[in-house]
């Protein structure tokens, strides 16, 4: 079993920045990747970045400038710096770990933007 504990969401006006923490326990032997994905009602979940466990990143289109992912040295742990947020980087966020064929999932973090 896998546990992921995301934190640091929260309110904050357009062109201020945030810190999303997650930690993860349990069964992550095998660990190929992870990453955050957010979600609004009606949407489907999407990436929005992605830590390989050889180091690699991968970012949407849409937060490639502005956010950054990176991970501690125990490689349990994966952060996502986000500046110059936008309203429309309102979401629900979640953290997603990939491991021998499936994708664990946190409970997620709310994240708003708006003056």
């Known amino acids: 079993q896998v546990h992921l504990v995301e934190s640091g969401g929260g309110l904050v006006q357009p062109g201020g920045s945030l810190r999303l923490s997650c930690v993860a326990s349990?069964?992550?032997?095998?660990?190929?990747?992870m990453g955050w994905y957010r979600q609004v009602p009606g949407r489907q979940r999407e990436l929005v970045a992605l830590?390989?466990?050889?180091?690699?990143?991968n970012y949407a289109d849409s937060v490639k400038g502005r956010f950054t992912i990176s991970r501690d040295n125990t490689e349990t742990a994966v952060y996502l710096q986000m500046n110059s947020l936008k309203p429309e980087d309102t979401a629900v966020y979640y953290c997603?770990?990939?491991?021998?064929?499936?994708?664990?999932w946190g409970q997620g973090t709310q994240v708003t933007v708006s003056s």
């Open positions: 997603g770990l990939q491991a021998r064929g499936s994708t664990y």
């Open positions: 349990g069964s992550i032997f095998n660990m190929l990747a």
């Open positions: 830590l390989t466990s050889g180091g690699g990143t």
